[in-house]
């Protein structure tokens, strides 16, 4: 199963959150400095009227892609940021490991 590179991203969002509002008056908190991905992409160019480039992020066997595909491994470094009612940057703490849905 492929996924849009932007409904990956989208989805770590939600974990990394989810985890960080079950973590608000923990006592252990994990600080995210960054979040470091590899992946796998295959990259498409369509020529529709909103045709564009898409990133689709890869899972599974490799080997079996269409030859007309080509796939690229791009690593992207991600810094989380959240904001307090006044618009100022805060740490973003969690108190899940979440190591386990970036690896």
């Known amino acids: 199963m492929d996924i849009e590179l932007s409904e990956l991203l989208a989805s770590l969002r939600a974990e990394i959150e989810t985890a960080r509002t079950e973590a608000d008056g923990k006592d252990v908190r994990f600080k995210i400095e960054s979040?470091?991905?590899e992946l796998h992409v295959a990259v498409e160019k369509t020529k529709q009227v909103k045709g564009?480039?898409?990133?689709?992020?890869l899972s599974g066997d490799l080997t079996g892609g269409s030859k007309n595909t080509r796939t690229h491994?791009?690593?992207?470094?991600?810094?989380?940021?959240?904001?307090?009612?006044?618009?100022?940057?805060?740490?973003?703490l969690t108190g899940d490991d979440v190591s386990d849905l970036i690896g």
């Open 35 to 37: 979040v470091d991905l």
């Open 52 to 57: 564009g480039v898409k990133f689709w992020v």
């Open 73 to 92: 491994v791009i690593k992207l470094r991600l810094s989380p940021e959240t904001y307090d009612a006044q618009g100022q940057p805060t740490t973003v």
